[in-house]
Nanobody
């Protein structure tokens, strides 16, 4: 299983980016996929999660109302639309899959990880 993220980049505060994560290879299993981020010197934190069956979404308080997680099951792709970006959103963003815990924003619940895509907000 391989998770491949794309869509990161550099934007000014207030701007938008849309991240994508494509799953390649065997299915990951699990009931939930998510996005995490890690800023320099900080621990990785959960940003958003989606239950793959019914599409229920979950967000960290810091991104509610600004970020939207979605999925395209036909193309095995997970998205994170990020609006009203702030400098505090600067981090490496990771796609994660294989959680059996619906809505989890905890690293320990995920079995598969992408390599990350950098988001820089200035």
């Amino acid at each position: 299983v391989q998770l491949v993220e794309s869509g990161g980049g550099s934007v000014q505060a207030g701007g938008s980016l849309k991240l994508s994560c494509t799953t390649r290879g065997h299915t990951t299993g699990g009931a939930c996929m998510g996005w995490f981020r890690q800023a320099p010197g900080k621990e990785r934190e959960g940003v958003a999660a989606i239950t793959t069956g019914d599409g229920s979404t979950y967000y960290a308080d810091s991104v509610k109302g600004r970020f939207t997680i979605s999925q395209d099951n036909a193309n095995n792709t997970l998205y994170l639309q990020m609006n009203s970006l702030k400098p505090g959103d600067t981090a490496m963003y990771y796609c994660a899959a294989g959680s059996w815990v619906a809505g989890s924003l905890y690293e320990r619940d995920y079995n598969y990880w992408g390599q990350g895509t950098q988001v820089t907000v200035s």
